[in-house]
């Protein structure tokens, strides 16, 4: 697992874009704990999830992360 590469760096607090809807119709989901396994909640129900690196890796469209959220538009 070392050598393994990752697309994004999932850290607390972090909004993820999905590809597909939950089954509530939210796309975005908070980071809650990130690790070999990444932990996230629905911004729509608050349905908590655990996921495997891989599979949100798959899944992730985008990812807003807490540092561009809190920032002032000019």
């Given amino acids: ?3 393994k590469f990752f697309l994004y760096k999932y850290k607390e ?3 993820v874009t999905f ?3 939950h089954p509530c119709g939210s796309r975005e989901w908070r ?3 990130a ?3 990444v932990k996230v909640k629905c911004l ?3 349905r ?3 996921m495997t690196r891989d599979k949100i890796e798959k899944a992730t469209k985008s990812v807003v992360s807490k540092d561009e959220q809190n920032k ?3």
């Fill in 13 to 15: 607090g972090d909004i």
């Fill in 44 to 46: 729509g129900c608050e």
């Fill in 72 to 74: 002032e538009p000019e």
């Fill in 48 to 50: 908590l999830q655990i």
């Fill in 31 to 33: 980071v809650i704990s």
């Fill in 19 to 21: 590809k597909k809807p």
């Fill in 1 to 3: 697992m070392a050598n």
């Fill in 35 to 37: 690790g070999g396994e």
